[in-house]
């Protein structure tokens, strides 16, 4: 395929993502300025309010100006006449950033890559310059530079990912190889050996090996996170009750925490990993305990556990056993000689935690912050302990899958079998 026509494709598999992220938005806006406010305001009411929440979804920062009676009617604390909205509905820039990784590694494939990330990059670019200019109101407005940035940083970043999987999934013949930087730095790194093997090596399989472990704590998180809500079913019943929303209210209010699961999920890993996290200023919920005062009536949160208690410290094995299954895994792939040495092994789990640790605290980064004044001006997990526990759990699992007995090559004894 030309590079023109990746570009091309790229660029309008962006434009898709983004009309869909801003439909989802737009929609739930829609019916509730026709159905409680009787269209006041006029149409470009609801295009506030959904481009507002694409962008909050992008991680853009929201600053909202109430006047101080308002806020005292709506029984905040005073805070300056307004505060700033930091959270990110993670659910919107994960849909992005997947579609962008589709698109990179399709591009990829098609021997273009960089076509495929320009084309996303210029998209996102021009649809956040106009949803941060046409937006803004009185009351509510964000931050032009991030507006505009940020929604094309999370296309970039999933189409460099989707660019770096096309390359891992791909047969060696048909692909071009990654070549270091010519300079000194580069080849001092090509030249560098541990052992028989050399360092450049041991870098490509912790980056594997932290891949497979990010991946698997993650799905184990969400595992963990519906069987809390299952658990907190009456909660979650008795949140959606005290509301009073109605159907439609009650439609809406799950899409938009829907939205958030993405969110609820990296919490669910800091909860794990053990640090837990917070649910507003002066709280804490993880496993060793658990300090919670007076929350939004959010019915997802509903499935925060109420007591924690020293049984709770079970739940680091789930990053431990991440570690692990990464560890088997790259013990598999590169568990013949030379590169069995046990310092190259020590290594690779070293790195494989150290990556994970530092991809899992970026995700808590993302998904953690602010949505009100006082108390709400803290939500999620701390990323840099999380982080920091997440990394040494996965890198004493890693240390454990390296170090086992070399497993069998199941894919030769089944082609032994067939012969036989």
Not at 23 to 45: D, E, K
Request: proline letters at 5%; one cysteine or more.
């Amino acid at each position: 395929m030309k590079r023109v026509a990746v570009l091309s494709v790229a660029a309008l598999d962006a434009l898709v993502a983004a009309a869909v992220g801003l439909a989802v938005c737009l929609i739930p806006a829609v019916v509730i300025w026709i159905a409680q406010y009787g269209m006041a305001g006029g149409a470009r009411t609801p295009w506030q309010a959904a481009g507002d929440v694409w962008l909050v979804g992008h991680g853009v920062d929201l600053t909202v100006a109430v006047s101080t009676r308002r806020m005292a009617a709506l029984g905040l604390p005073d805070h300056a006449g307004g505060f700033t909205v930091t959270l990110a509905a993670a659910g919107l820039g994960l849909l992005t950033a997947l579609v962008a990784a589709r698109v990179g590694r399709r591009s990829d494939r098609a021997g273009h890559p960089w076509a495929g990330v320009i084309g996303v990059a210029a998209v996102l670019l021009a649809v956040g310059a106009l949803v941060t200019t046409t937006t803004p109101g009185p009351a509510v407005f964000a931050e032009t530079w991030q507006g505009v940035l940020l929604p094309a940083a999370v296309g970039v970043v999933g189409a460099g990912v989707g660019v770096a999987y096309g390359r891992a999934t791909t047969k060696a013949a048909d692909r071009r190889r990654w070549r270091l930087p010519a300079g000194l730095a580069g080849r001092a790194l090509a030249a560098v050996r541990l052992g028989d093997v050399r360092v450049r090596s041991g870098l490509a399989a912790a980056v594997r090996g932290a891949a497979v472990a990010a991946l698997v704590f993650a799905a184990l998180a969400a595992l963990a996170l519906f069987v809390s809500l299952f658990g907190h079913y009456a909660q979650v019943v008795g949140l959606y009750e005290g509301v009073g929303s109605g159907v439609g209210g009650g439609i809406i209010l799950t899409l938009a925490q829907v939205i958030l699961v993405p969110n609820a999920v990296a919490w669910s890993m800091a909860w794990l990993a053990g640090p837990g996290f917070a649910v507003g200023a002066g709280t804490v919920a993880s496993p060793l305990g658990v300090q919670l005062g007076g929350m939004p009536a959010l019915p997802l949160l509903g499935a925060v556990p109420r007591n924690g208690g020293s049984f709770g410290l079970v739940t680091v094995l789930v990053p431990v056993a991440a570690g692990v299954v990464a560890g088997l895994l790259v013990r598999r792939r590169t568990g013949r000689a030379p590169y069995a040495v046990p310092t190259w092994l020590g290594a690779v789990a070293l790195g494989i935690g150290v990556l994970c640790g530092v991809a899992v605290g970026l995700v808590l980064w993302w998904c953690s912050g602010g949505v009100g004044p006082g108390g709400l001006a803290r939500f999620g997990p701390a990323p840099l302990p999380v982080g920091a526990a997440v990394a040494a759990e996965v890198a004493l699992g890693a240390a454990l899958g390296l170090f086992s007995a070399r497993l069998p090559d199941f894919g030769r004894v089944r082609r032994l079998e067939r012969h036989r």
